[in-house]
Structures are given as C-alpha cells and as structure tokens.
C-alpha cells in the first residue's frame, strides 16, 4: 500500500532546529514533486515548500525563506525540511504530500485528490 510518513517532530526552543524526514512506501518519490506544508487549529493549511522531481528547483513561502532547505534524502526515497531559526509561529503540524510541479506555487490545492498525505507530526517551538 502506497503510503507517505513523516517523522522528526517534537518541542524545540525558539532559534532552535529540527530536521523532519518524509519518507514514502510502497512507490518511487524520485517521480513526484513534493511539498511541506502545516496547519494550525482553526486555520487552513499553508504550504511551506515544495522541491522538483529532479530536486533542482525548490520553493518557500516568505515566512520560512532563508530559514528552511528542502532537499532530496542521500539515502533515496525520502523527502527531508531543515528548519533552522525557528520560531514560535512555526508551531504546528507538518505534512508532507505528493503534488503538482512547483510552477503551481505553494498552496495545498496543488495536492490533487489522486495524491499523497502523509499523517503529519507535530512541530512545537516554546521557550
């Protein structure tokens, strides 16, 4: 069964980092763009990033650029966000998902219905 799993996750003081994996069973990663995105209570789902099948071009919402890296995992089939500086806005639940090319920009209505979800893990910056 196809399926898509975040991990990395957890409680990090403000200007900390965390390193979240996304990492897929059952297909290939290489043929899809990926994209992070996170989500508060009561609020709609923002898209943080996005990375290229071939992994040469990546995108970032203004409120993470210069703070995040999107990249290709070495080991192959993962998808992993470096998240460096982080903030206490930067609290919530991050997803990863299959998507359509990073020309569409960054919203999740680029994840269509035929996409992946992964279940999300939980990203809590707190002094």
């Known amino acids: 069964q196809a399926q898509l799993a975040e991990s990395g996750g957890g409680l990090v003081q403000p200007g900390g980092s965390l390193r979240l994996s996304c990492a897929a069973s059952?297909?290939?990663?290489?043929?899809?763009?990926i994209g992070w995105f996170r989500q508060v209570p009561g609020k709609e789902r923002e898209g943080v990033s996005c990375?290229?099948?071939?992994?040469?071009?990546?995108n970032y919402s203004d409120s993470v650029k210069g703070r995040f890296t999107i990249s290709r995992g070495n080991a192959g089939n993962t998808v992993d966000l470096q998240m460096n500086s982080l903030k206490p806005e930067d609290t919530a639940v991050y997803y990863c998902?299959?998507?359509?090319?990073?020309?569409?920009?960054?919203?999740?209505?680029?994840?269509?219905?035929?996409?992946?979800w992964g279940q999300g893990t939980q990203v809590t910056v707190s002094s």
């Open positions: 990375i290229s099948s071939s992994g040469a071009e990546t």
């Open positions: 059952g297909f290939t990663l290489d043929y899809y763009a």
């Open positions: 998902a299959t998507r359509a090319p990073c020309d569409f920009g960054l919203d999740h209505t680029t994840v269509r219905p035929y996409d992946y």
